[in-house]
T-cell receptor, first 119, second 117 residues
């Protein structure tokens, strides 16, 4: 079974509108961390936002916010006021305890969502 | 200064050759990783080192051998290259993760695109 599921292979959004990228995760561990990364066409991986499983509040970083619904095991990324430069692949990732024991921080990635922002 | 630098950025080679990709980080991080991104953009961990010690060795052919001469460097050597090794290889680093819920972010290099002909 996939640990991280991103059900939207591709999405379009109009410039200046908000967009939500879906991410669900599968773990039986109570302790885990959730990350979002952006990969523009130039190829580098850029960290966007982080949410810990015990965090009470949804994480926010500028135009990025994470809609964390623990019971539903979802960690959707919300980008407000989309810009042309937001066009990229977006990856959801998880660090979970069963990987942590020897992993020193290994992340498991979803397959990504390609976001295209239309002018 | 680039935080995590990989060389070369592009590598085109013939099947059967041996090649290396080098990675250096200047962030003072204790932990370094190699990830492979396939043609469908799927990223998967290959190896992880903490302070020069191998921590993770996923199911990777033993043709792949990582080497960490010091905690700032993690190189990847690949023997007898095969067509299926064509991918983008990412090096990353992080502070040593002391708690699974710690927000230790992985900082990635720009990637090395390997093409095996």
């Amino acid at each position: 079974a996939q640990k991280i599921t991103q059900t939207q292979p591709g999405m379009f959004v109009q410039e200046k509108e908000a967009v939500t990228l879906d991410c669900t995760y599968d773990t039986s561990d109570p302790s885990y961390g959730l990350f979002w990364y952006k990969q523009p066409s130039s190829g580098e991986m850029i960290f966007l936002i982080y949410q810990g499983s015990y965090d009470q509040q949804n994480a926010t970083e500028g135009r990025y916010s994470l809609n964390f619904q623990k019971a539903r095991k979802s960690a959707n990324l919300v980008i407000s006021a989309s810009q042309l430069g937001d066009s990229a692949m977006y990856f959801c990732a998880m660090r979970e305890a069963r990987n942590y024991g020897g992993s020193q921080g290994n992340l498991i990635f979803g397959k990504g969502t390609k976001l295209s922002v239309k002018p | 200064d680039t935080a995590v630098s990989q060389t070369p950025k592009y590598l085109v080679t013939q099947m059967g050759n041996d090649k290396s990709i080098k990675c250096e980080q200047n962030l003072g991080h204790d932990t370094m990783y190699w990830y492979k991104q396939d043609s469908k953009k799927f990223l998967k961990i290959m190896f992880s080192y903490n302070n020069k010690e191998l921590i993770i060795n996923e199911t990777v052919p033993n043709r792949f051998s990582p080497k960490s001469p010091d905690k700032a460097h993690l190189n990847l050597h690949i023997n007898s290259l095969e067509l299926g090794d064509s991918a983008v290889y990412f090096c990353a680093s992080s502070q040593a993760v002391r708690a699974v819920t710690g927000a230790n972010v992985l900082t990635f290099g720009a990637g090395s695109r390997l093409t095996v002909l």
